[in-house]
């Protein structure tokens, strides 16, 4: 497949994501679920929680910080989905939340600088 130069930052950032999370204690259980036109990026657990991971990456600041990009749109479309993820397979929805993963690349540094936004709806 082939994929956009935004995909592969996009991609890039879910990989990143990922280990962040592993280090954190986090068990990654599924990667970009789609559900009709919606897609949840990483669906992770940590305890009894289940959480529902939106990852915006950016390598620069014309678009923006990465945590600009999160609305009021994209959130109630993980909703959707999540609701979806939790009936297809039997979960409890009260140990479910949303969080937000903002990274900003530094090509320059061959770093990224994650913050991760809580329960966010």
Known sequence: ????????????????????LKKK????????????NQEIDIIAKIKEKIVFFE?????????GRAEDNINRKKINNVKIALKA???HKGLNPEYAQ??????????NNNSAKIKHYFDII
């Not at 990852?55 to 678009?63: E, F, G, I, L, P």
């Not at 949303?98 to 090509?107: E, G, N, S, Y």
């Open 98 to 107: 949303i969080d937000f993963l903002a990274i900003d690349l530094d090509k």
């Open 85 to 87: 993820y939790l009936s």
């Open 25 to 36: 204690g986090y068990k990654i259980m599924d990667l970009n679920y789609r559900y009709s």
């Open 55 to 63: 990852v915006k990456t950016r390598t620069s600041a014309k678009m």
């Open 1 to 20: 497949m082939f994929m956009n130069h935004n995909q592969k930052i996009g991609k890039f950032g879910e990989e990143v994501a990922a280990e962040y």
